[in-house]
Every structure is written in structure tokens, then in C-alpha cells.
């Protein structure tokens, strides 16, 4: 068993600003996408230019926020927010949904494509190599603040979070890290870097971040006001995970045979 170290939710202050460690992750994730879509566009491995890369990443930017936060409100406390819907605003309170922000995303690479006259699957195969890195990051901010832990476990690697009380879980977001994180990157750089049909990096990408989030999800906690949502075993993340891997087996398969 590991005893999860508890640091102070402040990674550290400038005078009176104090930079929590949730947002440092948030700021990490941000730039390594900005530094790898400047490294894949100066390759020309697309039709964007470096110059391009920042223009998107802020609509990019804008549609994680707005879309992660709604999605949580209607995913997760839609009762609660009904209730108090002056709080949707608080974002600095918690309360984000990676498939809020995967479809606050989507709408904001179409509000791109549109503007720019780029075509929206290419917009987003160019995308989709740059967010892992950013989930992996985001995955990394969950476990120091010790929020979104495992299901209780007698693995030799469970660890004690002291915001959970005992006994030992599964350092799930050390899981989804690796898998959503590390795993799909490595995948997602290879699969790119040759020419593909358009559609088909997105797909992987929807496909295989569906398929991590859909087994980590089995020993990943369910949120406590929620439980199981279907069949007596399904979470609410599998439930919002099986919509990504039928819509990245769609785009593969468009790829394929088109």
C-alpha cells in the first residue's frame, strides 16, 4: 500500500497570487499542445501554419471551458444546478467533464472551420494528436488534489487518499494518465505521421480514448451521487464513452472505404 503524500493544494505563490496545482496542470496541458502543434505544422505535415496552431488552440481553449463545465452540469448535477444556477458560472468551485469539453471542442473546431475555410475533419485530425498530452497532465492534477480515485483494492500499488479515508483504492487517475494520456499520444503521433484519409486520426483518436475511459472505468469509483446508472454495472462514464467508440469505429471504417 502507498499512502497518498497529501501535498498543499497550492503548487506555489508569487506574492498575492497563489497558482493551484490544478490549473498549473491545466497550463501545462495548453502549452504542450501548443508546442507540438507549432512542431507538427513547421513539418508540414498539414495545411496549418505555427501561426495557425495559436489561433486554434484558442478556440480550443474556449470550448474546454465552456463545454467541460455545461457537460458537467447536465451530465452530472443537472438536479443541483437547477437548483443554484447562478453557481454553472463557478468554475473555480470544480466540476469539469472531459465529454463536456470533447463536444465544447467539436463545436469550437467547427466555428474554425468555418471562419477560416479549413475543412473541419482535417481541422481536427491535426487537432486530436495535441490532447492527450493535456489528459495526461489533467490526470496527474485529479491525483494531487485526490479527487476521482478507485474503487477500494488490495493491490500491492493502492494507495490511501486521506480525502477518502481507508481502506487503500486503485490510483485510477494514475490509470486513466497512462492509457488516456501516454498510451493513446504514442499511438496518435505514429498513426499521424503518415498521410491518413480524412476522419480516420479523429476516429482513433474518439476510439481509443472511449475504450481506455471505458475500462478504467471498472475500477474507478463512481461518483457518489450518481452510482450505477445502467444494467447494475454501468457508470456514467462508460455511458458517455460508448457514443466516442461507435463514432471512432464510424470514422475509420468512412476512412477506409472512401
Not at 463545454?67 to 438536479?79: A, C, I, N, T
Not at 463536444?103 to 487537432?127: H, N, S, W
Request: proline letters at 6%.
Amino acid at each position: 500500500m502507498i499512502v497518498h503524500p497529501n501535498p498543499d493544494s497550492v503548487a506555489f505563490s508569487i506574492g498575492p497570487l497563489s497558482v493551484h496545482w490544478y490549473g498549473l496542470m491545466y497550463l501545462l496541458g495548453f502549452m504542450s499542445g501548443l508546442v507540438l502543434g507549432r512542431y507538427r505544422a513547421a513539418r508540414d505535415m498539414s495545411d496549418f501554419s505555427p501561426n495557425d496552431v495559436m489561433d486554434l488552440l484558442f478556440y480550443i481553449a474556449m470550448g474546454v471551458i465552456a463545454g467541460g463545465r455545461l457537460g458537467y452540469v447536465l451530465f452530472y448535477q443537472s438536479g443541483y444546478y437547477l437548483e443554484h444556477p447562478l453557481e454553472i458560472i463557478a468554475i473555480w468551485q470544480g466540476g469539469m467533464s472531459f465529454h463536456g469539453g470533447l463536444i465544447g471542442v467539436a463545436v469550437a473546431t467547427l466555428i474554425y472551420a468555418a471562419r477560416t475555410g479549413k475543412g473541419f475533419l482535417p481541422a481536427c485530425d491535426f487537432l486530436v494528436p495535441l490532447i492527450p498530452p493535456g489528459l495526461f497532465f489533467g490526470r496527474l492534477g485529479n491525483f494531487i488534489n485526490q479527487e476521482l480515485w478507485g474503487r477500494v483494492s488490495d493491490v500491492p500499488w493502492a494507495v490511501l487518499f486521506q480525502s477518502a479515508g481507508p481502506p487503500a483504492r486503485h490510483p485510477s487517475q494514475i490509470y486513466e494518465a497512462l492509457l488516456e494520456g501516454l498510451v493513446l499520444f504514442v499511438l496518435l503521433w505514429w498513426f499521424s505521421a503518415r498521410k491518413r484519409p480524412a476522419g480516420a486520426v479523429t476516429g482513433l483518436f474518439l476510439l481509443g480514448y472511449g475504450v481506455a475511459r471505458f475500462l478504467v472505468e471498472f475500477v474507478r469509483q463512481p461518483d457518489a451521487h450518481l452510482g450505477l446508472v445502467a444494467l447494475d454495472w454501468m457508470t456514467m462514464g462508460q455511458l458517455l464513452s460508448m457514443p466516442m467508440i461507435l463514432l471512432g469505429l464510424y470514422f475509420m471504417l468512412r476512412s477506409r472505404f472512401n
